[in-house]
């Protein structure tokens, strides 16, 4: 691929000396710290859009939350509790989700054909099973391509996850390094975002003047599209600094912070909601861990018990800033887990017949499509793929999945051209 | 002269050049020639030969993988000799930091940054720097990269091109595809490329029953597994495009050439040590042995080609073909004869590395100044009116880095008499692998052009290395210059970070920047900052 | 009069089928009966003299928790008189003959725990047992249940962190005792009466007085507990625990040396506690094996015997004061629960293939000259 063809001769590449310029009036809108208020933010959610996806890394057990069988030899222990909508059970385990469920969509249909985590994950996050030739951008990259803005302030897509449970990821693919992933490990902030310590304001702004100065001269002298990058890079790190308060959670009213709970994903889900409304597009908040091959019943009881109160606390917040008419949340993982209980209390990977919860922006809430049989080996009725929901997620924020990206001049389809949206939980 | 009348010249020149076949003109003259006829009003409109100082800084990044030492690059510009650019360039090509360079360059090329699990990654940078620094021929290395099965210890970081693959079949396929012919033929494991017409479904399994039969011996997870082979395992294919699925099927071939005469044999006689269980099968006859030459032959156009377009580009920042691994009849080079020139040349030099690019780095077309002269309004991508900016690699950043800011410097003092290239790289090692850890692309993902990712910018802005680099200690450029006057301190600090003399304007800003300054040497750590992390520094210009 | 057990000479002397994994096991007090609870939310009573498989049907989750109250065995003539008499009936019709009712089983209330918090009052030894009484005891999980030695009191514990005493004569709530910081896997009572025993997930075993609810202590059984830091859980817990007939030792059997909690990588263990002193050892098997341990008992001859499974089903014998397995039997499924039979010569096994296994640990028959 030649260098740098996504901003070469693109209005995105033309725009964006111009929205830099510009990014220090939109800052201005945002409040001293750049930060936004609750009233700001209702301002914001008029016009933009943006995504949560809350990963739970593992294999969440479909059984033991969205699609329970209590009473039968695959059902396990748990029993199913009725939720704010009539007619619709849930597992036990999630009873303040029980009272979100007017706002929840479940797919209970999934068949995403691979049980395994690196392919099942590709599969959940591009839409599409693995090609040979192509990689595919993950549904971050995508979001953060189609709903930014130039010159936002921060960067489109960032993954929050615990120290220890992930890595780097090759996410945006052809659509550039720009939609990648910004790694933001153990809900601390980006590596570096601070000034080193013995390097003053004033010396910083004063080194810096004297960069973009030689920059800008060297800049103007070669009229090279990566030089503008590379400047432009600075000012986006820069951007970022003056909203460094956006990881700092005891920002937060310390009631808020206890209704997320004080564990890691309470924690992570609350950054995730501050990063949003501070203009990142995407945000995927991922939950370590649900791969429970052995005693799958006590460690569910523990990683459900993580997960259920802050995720209730989360739509609830997004519904009070008014964000959640414009934000899509989806509750993802990479598969399900067996109907089979095997010999060790637990449940193992499971491709066939699993469910995917969404909420938030397009999505009819209290929805349910899919069903799978007394025993949740199969999809009796209205099965779905990956790619089924990739382009539900675009037309739930109003994009057209049946147009192309144009890496290099090839065409290549944003959502699986053999799929099409899930209408049922669309608005 | 009228503009028109000079481009008419130049081409009768041109046409006189290659009608008497007067090859006494070096191949850098040629090159020029060529790049000349390539745009009308070329002479006009190109910018001008680069000044001493991009020069220098050019050839030391490119032929040393570092910058110039502040010292060096004066003794250059101070230089008053007609043929001190080519002095240089013969010096540098002799100079151990030659070898290193390619020696980085390749290992990038051939392995992507994957883990070292089965060689380790100071065999094979020995095997590299020794196959540079010897100037090995170019078709003689790639046959040894494709021939070592591993089992000789001497011989075997050259077999880290499978090895490092898992000899996984299609992996290697779409490598050898990639690296040795320019073709990305991934798309063609499926079916016939959609849009590339040369690249066949066929094209690529014939490559692939090279390899097809080959596999890890005792398995793919032992780290010092070897290559052994089959002597049985044909190669068939269906497009998931045909309705029909019909079954191709091919012997081992290079794309577009014919299937190699194999031997057939007996019943019984097919192996020379039959398999069995924990022994490691020898087949009568290789289907792989026969993949070097076969790559290699001068029957296999693709391999010359290839070869001094990758050099090409490395120097130029650009393929004459663009991507380089997409080399077909609908992505034609934008000069074409130039190619070919260079592709006949390099296979007649006997695959001469350090001969190409000595020639290559002697032409006006690579020693162009990059700066975009007023009058040029548009600047054509492949045109070479101006020289491309060539993003610093992970290596040459890193080096160039510790070489600015007095850190390698420093180094070599305290080695002193020990100072040995090798004990310098030791010392600097941290440093390098900082850089590599920001700034290299990700196992089995191309490396190619600038990135910008907010990881990158930290780690330049707020991070802890380069702060170590910058920041004033005893005996590092900060420090030297805290020392010296205003005026000598930024001519210093211009020629150390960015290989030139500081402009009037610059100097005033050095001196406002440290007037106000509490402390000079935290003031002129701050300078050497700005300096570094200016997009004057971040390319290779 | 004890009788001598071998426990090298093991052996399955009965077979029970059942069609779904089983969760828990207990012979009764009388050991006319094994109960065994099973994934389809049934306790299954096996009659060991007659072979009789009758269902507990009332609990709407999985038991684990079953224990009893009634007067101790008195006499075991009994099986001996039953097994004579079907040897002579079966001489005289055949083996095809219609099985022999057995005799009529000693009263006994079984009291039951399950994973929706309830717990069950049952007539263990009717014929067709009901339930007679249903107590919401617990939020989430009852994980045990046990009786005091005086026959009086209930204690039970669970997810809600809390141990609570129930009147066994009517299931009137008597006391809650709080303290627990973290999921009540086992509750035991003191054989001498008036001290009680509990154990959660974190490792910490407390020692209640019955009448005033005080605790009086904490004993560390921290080795049972991981953190596991590549799954961000906790595994621990004590899977079964039990005092010795004299009450000098408390047994907490689990899991320890845990690499990888969401793959079961660890190795089964007791923690045997001096009662009296505090102090406590880990009893391990002799061999490596990789699971948990989810049973465990004093048998009187002198063994700790603790049953577990993971890569496939064991028991365990240990002797005196070595804390490596003197002996260790295979058994065909991973052990999900241990019982010591009342009379001292046979144990049983809930298998998770569904197979409750009774073994005999009498010395074999020396073999005929």
């Known amino acids: 691929?030649?260098?740098?063809?996504?901003?070469?001769?693109?209005?995105?590449?033309?725009?964006?000396?111009?929205?830099?310029?510009?990014?220090?009036?939109?800052?201005?809108?945002?409040?001293?710290?750049?930060?936004?208020?609750?009233?700001?933010?209702?301002?914001?959610?008029?016009?933009?859009?943006?995504?949560?996806?809350?990963?739970?890394?593992?294999?969440?057990?479909?059984?033991?939350?969205?699609?329970?069988?209590?009473?039968?030899?695959?059902?396990?222990?748990?029993?199913?509790?009725?939720?704010?909508?009539?007619?619709?059970?849930?597992?036990?385990?999630?009873?303040?989700?029980?009272?979100?469920?007017?706002?929840?969509?479940?797919?209970?249909?999934?068949?995403?054909?691979?049980?395994?985590?690196?392919?099942?994950?590709?599969?959940?996050?591009?839409?599409?099973?693995?090609?040979?030739?192509?990689?595919?951008?993950?549904?971050?990259?995508?979001?953060?391509?189609?709903?930014?803005?130039?010159?936002?302030?921060?960067?489109?897509?960032?993954?929050?996850?615990?120290?220890?449970?992930?890595?780097?990821?090759?996410?945006?693919?052809?659509?550039?390094?720009?939609?990648?992933?910004?790694?933001?490990?153990?809900?601390?902030?980006?590596?570096?975002?601070?000034?080193?310590?013995?390097?003053?304001?004033?010396?910083?702004?004063?080194?810096?003047?004297?960069?973009?100065?030689?920059?800008?001269?060297?800049?103007?002298?070669?009229?090279?599209?990566?030089?503008?990058?590379?400047?432009?890079?600075?000012?986006?790190?820069?951007?970022?600094?003056?909203?460094?308060?956006?990881?700092?959670?005891?920002?937060?009213?310390?009631?808020?912070?206890?209704?997320?709970?004080?564990?890691?994903?309470?924690?992570?889900?609350?950054?995730?909601?501050?990063?949003?409304?501070?203009?990142?597009?995407?945000?995927?908040?991922?939950?370590?861990?649900?791969?429970?091959?052995?005693?799958?019943?006590?460690?569910?009881?523990?990683?459900?018990?993580?997960?259920?109160?802050?995720?209730?606390?989360?739509?609830?917040?997004?519904?009070?800033?008014?964000?959640?008419?414009?934000t899509l949340v989806v509750v993802m993982s990479e598969m399900g887990r067996t109907p089979k209980i095997n010999d060790r209390y637990g449940r193992d990977h499971w491709s066939a017949a699993w469910s995917v919860a969404l909420a938030g922006c397009g999505i009819k809430g209290g929805a349910v499509v899919g069903k799978t049989n007394a025993g949740g080996t199969a999809v009796t009725d209205r099965e779905v793929g990956s790619g089924h929901l990739f382009h539900t997620y675009l037309r739930a924020l109003g994009l057209n999945p049946t147009k192309n990206f144009y890496p290099n001049e090839r065409p290549i389809p944003i959502a699986d051209p053999k799929a099409d949206a899930i209408t049922e939980i669309l608005l | 002269m009228p503009a028109r009348c000079r481009a008419v010249a130049s081409v009768v020149v041109v046409l006189a050049l290659s009608a008497g076949g007067f090859a006494a003109e070096p191949l850098h003259a040629r090159i020029d020639a060529l790049i000349a006829a390539g745009h009308p009003n070329y002479a006009k409109e190109a910018a001008p030969v680069a000044g001493d100082a991009e020069f220098v800084r050019r050839i030391y990044l490119d032929l040393a993988g570092t910058i110039p030492s502040a010292a060096e690059a004066r003794a250059f510009l101070d230089d008053t000799s007609p043929g001190k650019r080519a002095t240089l360039i013969d010096a540098l090509l002799a100079a151990p930091g030659y070898a290193r360079r390619m020696a980085q360059v390749f290992d990038v090329v051939l392995m992507e940054r994957r883990p070292d699990a089965k060689v380790p990654r100071a065999a094979w940078d020995d095997y590299l720097r020794t196959t540079?620094?010897?100037?090995?021929?170019?078709?003689?290395?790639?046959?040894?990269?494709?021939?070592?099965?591993?089992?000789?210890?001497?011989?075997?970081?050259?077999?880290?091109?499978?090895?490092?693959?898992?000899?996984?079949?299609?992996?290697?396929?779409?490598?050898?595809?990639?690296?040795?012919?320019?073709?990305?033929?991934?798309?063609?494991?499926?079916?016939?490329?959609?849009?590339?017409?040369?690249?066949?479904?066929?094209?690529?399994?014939?490559?692939?029953?090279?390899?097809?039969?080959?596999?890890?011996?005792?398995?793919?997870?032992?780290?010092?597994?070897?290559?052994?082979?089959?002597?049985?395992?044909?190669?068939?294919?269906?497009?998931?495009?045909?309705?029909?699925?019909?079954?191709?099927?091919?012997?081992?071939?290079?794309?577009?050439?014919?299937?190699?005469?194999?031997?057939?044999?007996?019943?019984?006689?097919?192996?020379?040590?039959?398999?069995?269980?924990?022994?490691?099968?020898v087949p009568a006859y290789s289907r792989r042995a026969r993949l070097a030459a076969a790559v290699t032959s001068p029957d296999n156009p693709a391999f010359a080609r290839t070869a001094a377009n990758r050099l090409w580009a490395q120097l130029l920042g650009r393929g004459l073909v663009n991507p380089v691994e997409n080399d077909h009849p609908g992505n034609p080079p934008s000069h074409p004869e130039l190619l070919d020139l260079l592709t006949k040349e390099f296979a007649a030099s006997q695959y001469d590395v350090k001969w190409l690019v000595r020639e290559i780095v002697l032409s006006r077309t690579y020693q162009r100044a990059s700066e975009v002269p007023a009058a040029l309004a548009d600047v054509p991508a492949d045109r070479y009116l101006v020289a491309n900016l060539k993003p610093l690699s992970p290596e040459q950043f890193a080096y160039a880095a510790a070489e600015a800011t007095g850190e390698t410097g420093l180094a070599r003092t305290a080695l002193a008499a020990k100072a040995t290239d090798a004990a310098l790289d030791a010392k600097l090692a941290p440093v390098v692998a900082a850089f590599r850890g920001v700034f290299a692309g990700r196992p089995g993902e191309p490396e190619d052009g600038l990135t910008t990712t907010l990881d990158q910018t930290l780690f330049l802005k707020n991070g802890g290395v380069v702060r170590a680099l910058t920041v004033a200690k005893a005996g590092n450029l900060a420090d030297r210059l805290a020392k010296l006057p205003d005026d000598a301190a930024a001519d210093a600090l211009f020629l150390a970070v960015l290989t030139r003399p500081a402009t009037a304007d610059e100097k005033a800003d050095v001196a406002a920047a440290v007037k106000g300054a509490a402390t000079r040497p935290a003031a002129f750590g701050e300078l050497v900052w700005a300096l570094m992390a200016s997009g004057e520094f971040r390319f290779n210009h | 009069m004890l009788p001598t057990i071998d426990p090298t000479a093991a052996r399955v002397e009965r077979e029970f089928k059942h069609a779904s994994p089983l969760v828990g096991c207990r012979f009764d007090l009388h050991g006319r009966f094994l109960f065994a609870s099973a994934q389809d939310n049934t306790i299954q009573r096996f009659d060991l003299l007659t072979g009789a498989k009758t269902a507990l049907v009332g609990h709407n989750s999985w038991v684990r928790g079953l224990a009893f109250v009634g007067t101790p065995a008195n006499g075991t003539g009994e099986a001996a008189a039953y097994a004579g008499r079907v040897t002579a009936l079966h001489a005289a019709a055949g083996f095809a003959a219609v099985t022999l009712p057995g005799p009529k089983p000693q009263p006994f209330t079984l009291v039951s725990a399950d994973y929706h918090g309830n717990l069950i009052w049952w007539q263990g030894d009717a014929a067709d047992p009901k339930p007679l009484r249903t107590v919401k005891a617990h939020d989430g999980w009852v994980r045990a249940v046990a009786v005091s030695p005086d026959g009086r009191t209930v204690a039970s514990c669970g997810n809600d962190r809390l141990v609570k005493l129930w009147a066994a004569a009517d299931g009137k709530p008597v006391r809650t005792l709080e303290g627990h910081a973290a999921h009540v896997y086992n509750v035991a009572f003191h054989p001498a009466g008036g001290r009680l025993a509990s154990a959660d997930l974190k490792g910490v075993v407390k020692d209640w007085d019955v009448k005033t609810g005080a605790c009086g202590r904490d004993l560390d059984a921290k080795v049972l507990t991981k953190y596991d830091p590549t799954f961000m859980a906790d595994i621990g817990g004590a899977r079964a625990m039990g005092f010795s007939g004299d009450g000098a030792k408390l047994a907490c059997a689990g899991i320890v040396n845990v690499s990888n909690a969401f793959a079961g990588v660890g190795n089964p263990a007791v923690v045997l506690f001096d009662w009296a002193a505090g102090t406590s050892k880990v009893l391990k098997p002799k061999d490596a094996f990789q699971g948990t341990a989810w049973g465990v008992g004093f048998h009187p001859a002198g063994f700790v015997v603790a049953a577990g499974g993971g890569s496939g089903g064991r028991v365990w014998f240990w002797t005196g004061d070595d804390a490596a397995s003197a002996h260790a039997v295979t058994v065909p499924a991973n052990a999900r629960d241990l019982t010591l039979h009342p009379d001292g010569t046979r144990l049983a096994v809930a298998g998770a293939n569904g197979s409750a296994l009774v073994y005999t640990l009498t010395p074999a028959a020396p073999a005929k000259k």
């Open chain 2, 132 to 281: 540079f620094a010897k100037n090995t021929p170019y078709d003689v290395f790639v046959r040894e990269l494709l021939s070592a099965d591993g089992t000789d210890p001497k011989t075997r970081p050259a077999a880290k091109f499978f090895l490092d693959r898992n000899l996984e079949p299609n992996l290697v396929t779409r490598d050898l595809g990639r690296v040795f012919l320019g073709r990305n033929l991934t798309c063609a494991q499926c079916h016939d490329h959609p849009h590339v017409g040369d690249y066949k479904q066929a094209d690529y399994y014939g490559l692939l029953a090279f390899v097809n039969r080959s596999f890890l011996f005792p398995n793919a997870t032992a780290a010092t597994a070897v290559i052994a082979e089959k002597a049985d395992g044909d190669v068939t294919f269906v497009s998931v495009f045909d309705k029909t699925k019909a079954v191709g099927a091919t012997g081992p071939r290079m794309p577009g050439a014919k299937p190699l005469d194999e031997p057939k044999f007996d019943k019984g006689k097919e192996y020379t040590t039959a398999p069995a269980k924990d022994v490691k099968p």
């Open chain 1, 1 to 326: 691929m030649p260098a740098c063809s996504y901003a070469c001769h693109s209005a995105n590449h033309r725009a964006s000396r111009r929205a830099f310029l510009g990014a220090a009036g939109a800052a201005a809108v945002l409040g001293p710290a750049g930060f936004a208020s609750p009233a700001a933010a209702r301002e914001l959610a008029k016009t933009q859009k943006r995504v949560l996806v809350i990963f739970l890394a593992g294999g969440v057990s479909q059984l033991e939350t969205w699609d329970p069988k209590p009473g039968t030899d695959t059902g396990g222990p748990f029993a199913a509790i009725p939720t704010a909508v009539p007619g619709t059970r849930i597992g036990e385990l999630l009873p303040h989700t029980a009272k979100q469920m007017k706002r929840i969509a479940l797919v209970r249909g999934l068949n995403s054909v691979s049980p395994d985590h690196g392919i099942g994950e590709k599969i959940m996050l591009t839409g599409r099973k693995p090609e040979a030739g192509v990689e595919y951008p993950h549904i971050g990259a995508v979001s953060a391509k189609l709903l930014g803005a130039d010159g936002q302030a921060m960067p489109g897509h960032v993954h929050v996850f615990p120290a220890g449970a992930g890595g780097r990821s090759q996410d945006a693919t052809f659509l550039g390094p720009k939609f990648a992933s910004v790694p933001v490990v153990g809900g601390k902030p980006p590596a570096d975002l601070f000034r080193p310590a013995g390097l003053t304001d004033e010396a910083d702004r004063q080194r810096d003047d004297l960069r973009q100065k030689l920059s800008d001269k060297f800049a103007k002298s070669r009229r090279s599209a990566a030089t503008e990058a590379y400047t432009e890079s600075f000012a986006q790190a820069e951007r970022v600094f003056r909203k460094a308060d956006v990881f700092d959670i005891s920002k937060e009213d310390p009631k808020t912070v206890a209704r997320y709970g004080t564990h890691d994903f309470g924690r992570h889900l609350l950054l995730g909601r501050r990063l949003l409304e501070s203009g990142v597009t995407y945000v995927k908040v991922s939950h370590s861990n649900y791969d429970t091959h052995h005693e799958n019943f006590d460690f569910h009881i523990e990683q459900l018990g993580e997960f259920d109160r802050p995720f209730a606390a989360l739509l609830d917040d997004l519904a009070d800033r008014g964000m959640l008419d414009s």
